[in-house]
């Protein structure tokens, strides 16, 4: 690990941080792509419980091997426990829309996180969310109904999974900030792992279904993309800032796409790209007025 702070590896190294991003959006979309294929005939429960056992076995022996050097006390174990229900909240929900729906339409849809974000800040960080931020917000919900289409020919209802596993998703990163004043990242990340992999185990008899060895690799391959995919979306943020990164996050919609043509032969509609776009800048803007608001606050 670097010991160059944080801040000067952000100004020195931005083009690096872009690229490790695009980098991410790529093994992450070919997670979702890898699950879309398993959804068809696993249950979204044992998608999720290979990824997160996989990652938790990754993560554990990146933790062995740092050693003494890595450091994993915590003063609020409680709120580990919100954030990894949050997190599994919202892969359950999303793995079980890609049974249904492209892999483009759902990655579009739950592009519509930040705005929840902005809404539960209110009740649970008590912050003041001023009318360009709730404006932004509401056109960004706007460019969801046009994805979801409710009332159209197309509408499947599955098309609000994406929709509450963005929902669960924004309240897990309300939780993280709430703890980031006293926990680590790696702490963070380490908790919420293995707290997902033992709820997952436990709730795998539900819903048991014999895995073969195909579904046991691709299982494997899930996993292992998820966690390198977070991993440099973690290491993209100490080499840039937020609202540089931000724009290149949204590239994966691309690959969700491309992967969707490709391995399951569907393409997005035009009013996919177009209530895409409407969500993505939505988003944008919000971070944007968000990063204003941290100046005043600091000045």
Request: zero cysteines; aromatic letters at 12%.
């Given at each position: 690990m670097p010991a160059t702070p944080a801040a000067s590896l952000r100004r020195d190294n931005g083009l690096l941080g872009i690229g490790i991003m695009l980098l991410a959006t790529i093994f992450l979309s070919a997670g979702d792509a890898a699950s879309k294929y398993l959804a068809a005939s696993v249950p979204a429960l044992h998608i999720v419980w290979l990824r997160y056992i996989t990652s938790a076995f990754f993560l554990?022996?990146?933790?062995?091997?740092?050693?003494?050097?890595?450091?994993?006390r915590t003063q609020r174990p409680g709120m580990h426990l919100l954030r990894g229900v949050g997190i599994i909240g919202s892969s359950i929900l999303f793995v079980s829309s890609l049974k249904f729906l492209p892999i483009a339409d759902?990655?579009?849809?739950?592009?519509?996180?930040?705005?929840?974000v902005t809404a539960l800040s209110i009740p649970l960080l008590g912050e003041k969310v001023g009318w360009r931020r709730w404006l932004a917000t509401l056109i960004g919900l706007i460019g969801v109904l046009i994805v979801v289409r409710p009332g159209g020919a197309g509408f499947q209802p599955a098309s609000l999974l994406p929709v509450c596993s963005s929902l669960s998703w924004a309240?897990?990163?309300?939780?993280?900030?709430?703890?980031?004043?006293?926990?680590?990242?790696?702490?963070?990340?380490?908790?919420?792992?293995?707290?997902?992999?033992?709820?997952?185990?436990?709730l795998l008899p539900?819903?048991?279904?014999?895995?073969?060895?195909?579904?046991?690799?691709?299982?494997?391959?899930?996993?292992?993309?998820?966690?390198?995919?977070?991993?440099?979306?973690i290491i993209a943020f100490r080499f840039a800032g937020a609202s540089l990164l931000a724009p290149f996050s949204y590239i994966q919609l691309f690959w969700a796409a491309l992967f969707g043509f490709f391995l399951f032969a569907t393409l997005p509609d035009v009013w996919t790209f177009v209530g895409a776009v409407i969500i993505a800048g939505s988003g944008l803007y919000t971070a944007h007025r968000e990063r204003i608001r941290a100046k005043q606050v600091a000045a």
């Open positions: 554990l022996i990146i933790i062995a091997w740092q050693g003494r050097s890595v450091s994993l759902a990655t579009a849809t739950s592009f519509v996180a930040p705005l929840f309240f897990s990163l309300i939780i993280t900030r709430l703890m980031s004043g006293t926990e680590s990242p790696i702490a963070t990340v380490t908790y919420s792992t293995v707290f997902g992999a033992l709820l997952m185990t436990l539900l819903h048991w279904v014999t895995p073969t060895w195909e579904i046991a690799l691709v299982g494997l391959f899930i996993g292992a993309v998820s966690t390198a995919g977070h991993w440099l979306v």
